[in-house]
T-cell receptor, first 114, second 112 residues
């Protein structure tokens, strides 16, 4: 099956810094999604991307669907303590007729020091 | 309710016992998913229901795992003869088949 390589695995940053994380795939995806998971909770959708090259923002978050359709990145600007959590990329492979099952990356653990 | 509801939130069981985990999806969502998350790991797909179609069971790790969805709404994930390696958080999600999944808070399963 498809696999997503998400990096970095973890990040330790100071409040106010910008953050960047990315996911790459060996196969083409037609949808990329970014989720955040707080401790003890399920993942919450942050941004959804549906077209190659698409750049979408949600507040301080910006994500892009790579033009090769095999990668995506998420940027967080001016980080704050509540950005702490695990960020997951997820993708749906091209060629399917239904949304079936998402493939998730292994997650990026973000720690923000005040 | 407004979101996906899972119960119980925590379950401790003895090795060899059967467990049932419940998921109430968001009303009107036709798709329902079960994922498993082990400590410090990503999400592992288990099973997917879409409307009245046959479920995609390709992610179930063994025949001890099964799931059903009654009336196109509530779903139950059953694990028979639990093993210690089954310990994990079991997450349910639902969607309108748009690819945007809404997750519940999960059931933390501990097999002693």
């Amino acid at each position: 099956g498809q696999q997503l390589n998400q990096s970095p695995q973890s990040m330790f940053i100071q409040e106010g810094e910008d953050v960047s994380m990315n996911c790459t795939s060996s196969s083409i995806f037609n949808t990329w999604l970014w989720y955040k998971q707080d401790p003890g909770e399920g993942p919450v959708l942050l941004i959804a991307l549906y077209k190659a090259g698409e750049l979408t923002s949600n507040g301080r978050l910006t994500a892009q669907f790579g033009i090769t359709r095999k990668d995506s990145f998420l940027n967080i600007s001016a980080s704050i303590p509540s950005d702490v959590g695990i960020y997951f990329c997820a993708g749906l492979a091209a060629g399917g007729t239904s949304y079936g099952k998402l493939t998730f990356g292994q997650g990026t653990i973000l720690t923000v020091h005040p | 309710g407004a979101g996906v509801s899972q119960s119980p939130s925590n379950k401790v069981t003895e090795k060899g016992k059967d467990v049932e985990l419940r998921c109430d999806p968001i009303s009107g969502h036709t798709a329902l998913y079960w994922y498993r998350q082990s400590l410090g790991q990503g999400l592992e797909f288990l099973i997917y229901f879409q409307g009245n179609s046959a479920p995609d069971k390709s992610g179930l790790p063994s025949d001890r795992f099964s799931a059903e969805r009654t009336g196109g709404s509530v779903s139950t994930l059953t694990i028979q003869r639990t093993q210690q390696e089954d310990s994990a958080v079991y997450l349910c999600a639902s969607s309108r088949n748009s690819g945007k999944l809404f997750f519940g808070s999960g059931t933390q399963l501990s097999v002693l």
